[in-house]
T-cell receptor
């Protein structure tokens, strides 16, 4: 089956640090990748959608300068949380989808837990 | 704005009991998915329902898609401790998945 790998799985860093999270599709080409954020005991909230080779589309209320997304290849997307602060602490999950159209399944990574001290 | 409301929010039951989780929206979705998520992991797809009125069974789990494609339900028969987790419905809207508010299920032995 389709496998999506996220790295790192857990990161703890000081306030003001920039943190990069990688999302890789291991056995398929991901034309679209999605980044979600999940606070404790809450559901997944879509942050942005990225298509390979083009700029990401951010959801309302998500700061694009704060959360930099790069999708330079069909197997890799990165999310960089710039100048992270404690309120950015959360569980970040990516998903990847091959093909086009919303009907294609999204395959989820195992998430990255980000803790900002 | 959360388009998909799930109820109940929390459910704590004994092994062997039956339960139903509801997923309601005022929006029409082309399809709807159900996921289960364990702590510290990504969500795992359980089922996709596409046609209004559709019923799908997956062992002890029964999924139903409303006739108007606005709501769905998940029924678990004879719940087991291994069913414990966060259950999420997600509607497919244009090019995106919109997740429901979630139902946290705890099944005690």
């Amino acid at each position: 089956g389709a496998v999506v790998s996220q790295h790192p799985s857990w990161v703890i860093c000081k306030s003001g640090t920039s943190v990069k999270i990688e999302c890789r599709s291991l056995d398929f080409q991901a034309t679209t990748m999605f980044w979600y954020r999940q606070f404790p005991k809450q559901s997944l909230m879509l942050m942005a959608t990225s298509n390979e080779g083009s700029k990401a589309t951010y959801e309302q209320g998500v700061e694009k300068d704060k959360f930099l997304i790069n999708h330079a290849s069909l197997t890799l997307s990165t999310l960089t949380v710039t100048s992270a602060h404690p309120e950015d602490s959360s569980f970040y999950i990516c998903s990847a989808r091959g093909g086009t159209g919303g009907g294609q399944p999204q395959h989820f990574g195992d998430g990255t837990r980000l803790s900002i001290l | 704005t959360q388009l998909l409301e799930q109820s109940p929010q929390f459910l704590s039951i004994q092994e062997g009991e039956n339960l139903t989780v509801y997923c309601n929206s005022s929006s029409v979705f082309s399809s709807l998915q159900w996921y289960r998520q364990e702590p510290g992991e990504g969500p795992v797809l359980l089922v996709t329902v596409v046609t209004g009125g559709e019923v799908k069974k997956l062992k002890r789990l029964t999924f139903q898609f409303g006739d108007a494609r606005k709501d769905s339900s998940l029924h678990i028969t004879a719940a087991q401790p291994g069913d414990t987790g966060l259950y999420l419905c997600a509607g497919v809207l244009t090019d995106k998945l919109i997740f429901g508010t979630g139902t946290r299920l705890q099944v005690f032995p």
